[in-house]
């Protein structure tokens, strides 16, 4: 598939993800979750967590394919294709080590859900600056991927805030935040760069295109 086709693709499996995210939080018994509080992989643990599964693999599928589109079309340097390749294997993870109730002890399977989240959260960014930062004064679209990559590593500081600030205040990390809300302004930040990213990769094919 062309880069251009690619980029299509993912940004269709991205905004149908955005879709399905959003019809969790109008329709019951997932809309009945504090959003400020409860992380959005909660819903998975609902009757309808279906939807969350199916809406976080179509985010990472199309992921996959912007991260084609945009290797095809060498936007990517390997670090870059690898912290976005991680972001992807967050995602899957997510999705394959649901979250666990920490109220019944402990669990491996939460353990590793919370690494996924963790990968997936900071990969993404990463990836973002590391792919704009060789094309920032050649590039309007690889500047707009930088800005989108800089505000979801700002939208993570309150969680690395609360996290570092938990032996002082006392007060358990996830507590100390309201959590969902926060989660909820990240992931909006990262489909933003994601779909970003995409704009990136068709706007490098229409220029390699052009007579």
Request: aromatic share 10%; net charge positive; with cysteine.
């Amino acid at each position: 598939m062309s880069s251009r086709s690619l980029s299509v693709l993912g940004t269709g499996c991205v905004l149908v993800s955005l879709l399905l995210f959003g019809v969790l939080h109008f329709v019951p018994p997932s809309a009945e979750l504090d959003w400020s509080r409860r992380t959005i992989s909660q819903y998975a643990l609902l009757s309808n967590g279906w939807l969350f599964d199916t809406a976080t693999l179509l985010l990472a599928g199309g992921s996959l394919a912007v991260l084609a589109a945009l290797w095809t079309s060498r936007l990517l340097t390997r670090g870059a294709a690898v912290a976005l390749l991680l972001w992807v294997v967050g995602l899957v993870g997510v999705v394959w080590f649901e979250k666990h109730n920490w109220a019944v002890g402990p669990s491996i399977n939460g353990d590793i859900h919370r690494a996924a989240s963790l990968l997936a959260f900071l990969s993404l960014p990463a990836g973002a600056l590391l792919a704009a930062a060789p094309q920032l004064r050649r590039s309007d679209a690889a500047r707009w991927v930088a800005a989108g990559g800089a505000v979801s590593f700002l939208c993570f500081t309150p969680i690395l805030w609360a996290l570092v600030s938990e032996p002082w205040t006392g007060v358990r990390w996830w507590r100390a935040i309201p959590l969902g809300g926060v989660e909820r302004i990240l992931g909006l930040a990262e489909v933003a760069t994601v779909l970003l990213l995409a704009v990136w990769a068709r706007s490098a094919h229409r220029l390699e295109k052009a007579p």
